[in-house]
Nanobody, 120 residues
């Protein structure tokens, strides 16, 4: 069965860095587009970054230049390197997979999420 497990979240001061990892299993990882979503308390879920099967990437305007998404098809893993973190980046971050481009409300499966908290 499909399984997406996120790790790497935590508490970090503003300006710091975190690297999130998502381990995928139960499906042919290389055949699916992947993405990272986030949801802050009281706010709608939003797309942070996505990466296609071919490796092309897209980012939310709010994270461009600070976050980098990558995938390792040999390890069935998708990463999100987050630098220069801001308090507004505080949210639960989810890994998601889809046949088409992953968006906030279009994906086939997502993980349980990992909490990222950025202190000011």
């Amino acid at each position: 069965q499909w399984r997406l497990v996120e790790s790497g979240g935590g508490l970090v001061p503003a300006g710091g860095s975190l690297r999130l990892s998502c381990a995928a299993s139960g499906f042919t990882f290389s055949s699916y587009n992947m993405g990272w979503l986030r949801q802050a308390p009281g706010k709608q879920r939003e797309l942070v970054a996505r990466i296609s099967t071919a490796g092309s990437t897209n980012y939310a305007d709010s994270v461009k230049g600070r976050f980098t998404i990558s995938r390792d098809n040999a390890k069935n893993t998708v990463l999100l390197q987050m630098n220069s973190l801001k308090p507004e980046d505080t949210a639960v971050y989810f890994c998601a997979a889809g046949l088409g481009p992953v968006s906030a409300n279009q994906f086939l499966s997502r993980g349980q999420g990992t909490q990222v908290t950025v202190s000011s």
